[in-house]
């Protein structure tokens, strides 16, 4: 081990010398030869005289061995002599060194999230049916809050917040695919400005910054999405990461780029349902594979940490720990998440370590939110902050000068999916106060679960909550809603994840919509029968389905799920059957127009399948799909001239696809245009993926120009390549 550092400055520059290796300069310059033992004995001499001011402590340490090197009294005190008067000098420096102010540097930042967790299930929070060692160490070495309230259960929207300090009604990503508007800065951006170096894994394609998370990327590095085509069927890979692959995806990416300081966000999504634990996990926790994920993820957390304290970056970190949101465990009916506002779904662990040994094994009970931990890292931090937090810094509660509830306001526009009302909680002074079609009102003193509404309208604590929420929400910037359609990859990656991918657009006010709480039966089969469709379970999920529909023959997100169920299986009649319904139910949902319009074409209705995809592209214009199909159609209505109008359309959008081309050719041969079809298909021919369609195209466009060479060449080409396949 080196001994005691020692800066020097030189030239406006620094750098730092062991004193052991300051001793064998001094020796060398002396001509002195001496041995590791003597080294040793004179780097103890400098730290010491750093110290205690004096030479005598250490004078005959110092003496005896230069009288065993030197062989004699006389010189070892000669020697002494020309050394102290260096060694002197060098403690001056040292002390003179130590006494020069040196900025400090700015803490590397890591923010893990776990997807889904309950506070409650959590061992440090009390729950003994779990072990999560490595959170447990971590409130040990940092700040536990018990009462920490995230305002959204909802993958996307809930880490928008944390990642903004905004409630979802100020940074407006309320559902999946809702870009983040640019005027709202993030961690990222805020800390990448102060020269942190900054990344970001993601364990879930619902946090996809290219598909269904846009703008969250902003101010990373790097961004580990998922794949834009990946190569498996498998869950794994496709649209969930393990939680030790993230971790190791983050440690490679920090190993590759060592340089502090580091603001790293690691997200596992493992304790989301499915609830799939691998082993040994999934025989340990039998019974109960939530808690079983939760000690999973755990593990790749202690995974993380020790990567961390190996390279040397964890005693000086600031390190958040927080859920996303949690989980209803069949409380209040509720499955899953994202439906309702109780404590169940959006009461999470937050935990906090400061660099050194700050604030270790604190507690704080008092209310918090999760828009408070980015406001807090920029006070720590000392970096300006935005115009606008809905957070404020939690500052006061770590240095004991504040014990105050925060009011903690919910969110969700989940429901919105399925055509329900959206739900508006506050949870302040005790009471939960739920604004829904059925109003709900908890005293939390008393009924901690939830499950004795004493809602009265003249209530003094009602009166006060609804003008509180009516206020943010005159306050709240208007919404914009996105026009873009989400590609089919997308769609079917909410589906794989359990959230339902309807089109929002729904008519009539909150108020008249129905409450979630009367459809929550509903929500629990759809739910089911997403899941059970991605495994491929499709019998399963037919029959959750049609279970919905016994409870409401007129559920549309029912509807439109069998028929993309039936479209899938091929039977393209009934599929056509239940997608129309759908759109008799919700006649704006751009989707299920185009499936009903892909499944009437397949089954031979070509008018059906053209009034069904000029629906949905009146809806969503931007929908390449919709135009390539459309254009299909209109060839076999041999409508050339609205076919070219489509497929020109559809290359507007993607230029490159082939398939596109190739329809856009044939119908310039039917009308006779064989120039431009040849403009069109001679650049594909000379593709190394030109297929034989290609080149029959191309002979007949050649044939139409009189060119009866090129066309028997391009006729011969063909053949061959039906030959090779």
Not at 52 to 79: C, D, K, Q
Not at 313 to 328: A, K, M, R, T
Not at 543 to 558: G, Y
Not at 572 to 590: C, F, G, I, S, W
Request: proline share 7%.
């Amino acid at each position: 081990m080196e001994g005691p550092a020692l800066r020097t400055h030189d030239f406006g520059f620094r750098f730092t010398l062991s004193v052991e290796a300051m001793c064998r300069c001094f020796f060398d310059k002396l001509k002195f030869p001496v041995n590791l033992t003597t080294m040793r004995h004179y780097s103890a001499f400098f730290a010491l005289k750093r110290t205690e001011r004096s030479t005598g402590p250490v004078l005959l340490p110092v003496i005896f061995p230069l009288h065993r090197e030197f062989g004699g009294l006389s010189l070892a005190w000669t020697a002494m002599v020309r050394i102290s008067t260096l060694a002197i000098c060098c403690a001056a420096a040292v002390s003179a060194a130590a006494q020069v102010p040196s900025q400090r540097p700015m803490p590397d930042v890591f923010l893990i999230t776990i997807d889904t967790l309950r506070a409650d299930h959590v061992h440090c929070y009390g729950y003994e049916n779990v072990e999560t060692p490595a959170l447990d160490s971590l409130a040990r070495d940092g700040i536990r809050f018990t009462h920490a309230f995230t305002p959204s259960p909802i993958t996307n929207t809930s880490h928008t917040t944390i990642l903004t300090g905004l409630l979802p009604s100020s940074h407006g990503v309320t559902d999946f695919a809702l870009p983040l508007a640019d005027s709202h800065p993030t961690w990222a951006e805020l800390l990448k400005q102060k020269g942190y170096h900054t990344a970001a894994f993601i364990g879930a394609v619902i946090l996809d910054s290219k598909s269904l998370a846009p703008g969250l990327d902003r101010g990373f590095d790097f961004y580990d999405n998922f794949p834009a085509h990946p190569q498996t069927r498998a869950r794994w890979g496709r649209v969930e990461r393990r939680a030790m692959d993230v971790a190791q995806h983050a440690n490679n990416w920090l190993t590759a780029h060592p340089a502090s300081p580091h603001f790293v966000w690691v997200h596992l999504y493992d304790p989301h349902d499915p609830y799939e634990p691998p082993a040994p996990y999934d025989q340990k926790y039998k019974g109960h594979p939530y808690d079983g994920e939760i000690a999973y993820a755990d593990s790749a957390l202690a995974k993380f940490l020790s990567f961390l304290k190996l390279r040397g970056w964890y005693q000086n970190s600031i390190i958040v720990v927080v859920g996303d949101h949690g989980e209803g465990l069949k409380e209040h009916n509720e499955a899953t998440h994202g439906i309702f506002l109780y404590d169940s779904t959006i009461h999470v662990p937050l935990i906090m370590k400061l660099p050194g040994r700050s604030q270790t094994g604190k507690v704080i009970e008092s209310q918090v939110r999760t828009t408070d931990i980015l406001p807090t890292m920029i006070d720590l931090l000392k970096i300006p902050a935005p115009a606008h937090f809905d957070g404020e810094s939690l500052k006061t509660y770590l240095d004991g000068t504040d014990n105050v509830d925060r009011i903690a306001i919910g969110e969700t526009d989940y429901p919105l999916r399925f055509g329900w009302a959206p739900l508006r909680s506050v949870r302040a002074e005790g009471v939960k106060f739920i604004q829904a079609p059925h109003p709900e009102l908890y005293n939390l003193r008393t009924d901690p679960g939830e499950l004795k509404n004493s809602y009265q309208p003249s209530d003094p604590t009602v009166q006060k909550f609804q003008a509180l929420l009516s206020d943010l929400k005159a306050k709240a910037p208007p919404k914009t809603a996105s026009d873009a359609s989400l590609p089919q990859s997308a769609t079917t990656s909410l589906n794989a994840l359990g959230y339902a991918n309807s089109d929002r657009k729904n008519s009539g006010a909150p108020a008249d919509l129905p409450d979630p709480k009367d459809k929550i039966e509903e929500q629990n089969l759809l739910h089911t029968a997403m899941i059970a469709s991605d495994d491929n379970r499709l019998g399963e999920a037919r029959a959750a389905l049609e279970k919905v529909l016994a409870l409401d023959d007129k559920s549309p997100t029912a509807l439109r799920q069998l028929g993309e169920l039936e479209l899938q299986a091929g039977d393209y009649t009934k599929a056509a059957e239940h997608l129309q319904r759908a759109l008799k139910v919700r006649p704006n949902d751009a989707t299920a127009a185009f499936e009903a319009g892909q499944a009437l074409q397949k089954s031979g209705n070509l008018p059906g399948a053209r009034d069904a995809l000029e629906s949905s592209l009146k809806l969503m214009p931007g929908q390449f799909p919709a135009r390539l199909l459309l254009g299909q159609v209109y060839v076999g209505l041999k409508d050339t001239k609205n076919a070219q109008d489509q497929l020109e359309a559809a290359l507007l959008l993607q230029p490159n696809d082939v398939e596109a081309q190739l329809a856009l050719a044939q119908v310039q041969i039917a009308s006779g245009n064989f120039a431009e079809a040849v403009q069109q298909l001679e650049p594909l021919s000379k593709s190394r993926t030109a297929d034989a369609k290609v080149f029959e195209l191309l002979s007949q466009a050649y044939s139409g120009q009189g060119k009866l060479q090129e066309a028997r060449q391009a006729e011969m080409a063909a053949k061959r390549l039906k030959k090779n396949d």
